[in-house]
Every structure is written in C-alpha cells, then in structure tokens.
C-alpha cells in the first residue's frame, strides 16, 4: 500500500514563503515522476507543478518564478518551495505521484494540505 503524506501548509501573510513536503512510503514505492496540484471548493484540481523521472521540471503560469518543485530521492519525498505568495494561491494542495504500467496511468495522492494567504 502506497502512501503519500504531505505536511508544511499553513497560515500565511502575502509575501510570505512556505515549504510543503511529500513523504511517500509502502511496497517499496520510491518517487519518481509527479507534481502538486491545487484545488479550490467546487473548482477544478490544477496542476501547479510537476517534475518528472529525469528531473525536468514545469511550472503553472500563475507561479513561474515565484515556486520551486524538487525530489530528495534519498528522503522518498517531493517539495514544493512557495515564495512571494499571494492570496490567490489559497488552496487545498495535493501531491501527486504516477507511474505506467501496461499502457495504464497509476496515481496516487496525498490526503491535501490547506495553504491560506492572507492580504
């Protein structure tokens, strides 16, 4: 059984920094290939940054710049450095790892972590 545990959410002031952490564990799963996602009440989850099994990393528009995504593969777990944050990036926030097998998509997910920005 895979498991993806997030931490590091919180309360903060707009131009403020948090660090939200992804600790994966169970069947000997090692992290790979992922991303965080956000999500808002009755809206849509989005992808807001993702890193792949090479280490290549993509960033939503809305936080170019201002987010860093990254894998310690030898603490099993995924990050997700948010600097200069604003209230519109208050949000429930989801790790996601993936992997093929078959020609078939495997997720899993966190449980979600709340970010509050406050103006």
């Known amino acids: 059984q895979v498991q993806l545990v997030e931490s590091g959410g919180g309360l903060v002031q707009a131009g403020g920094s948090l660090r939200l952490s992804c600790a994966a564990s169970?069947?000997?799963?090692?992290?790979?290939?992922g991303g965080w996602y956000r999500q808002l009440p009755g809206k849509q989850r989005e992808l807001v940054a993702s890193?792949?099994?090479?280490?290549?990393?993509d960033y939503a528009d809305s936080v170019k710049g201002r987010f860093t995504i990254s894998r310690d593969n030898a603490k099993n777990s995924m990050y997700l450095q948010m600097n200069s944050l604003k209230p519109e990036d208050t949000a429930v926030y989801y790790c996601?790892?993936?992997?093929?097998?078959?020609?078939?998509?495997?997720?899993?997910w966190g449980q979600g972590t709340q970010v509050t920005v406050s103006s």
């Open positions: 890193i792949s099994s090479g280490g290549v990393t």
């Open positions: 169970g069947s000997g799963f090692r992290v790979r290939a």
């Open positions: 996601n790892q993936f992997y093929w097998s078959y020609g078939n998509k495997v997720d899993y």
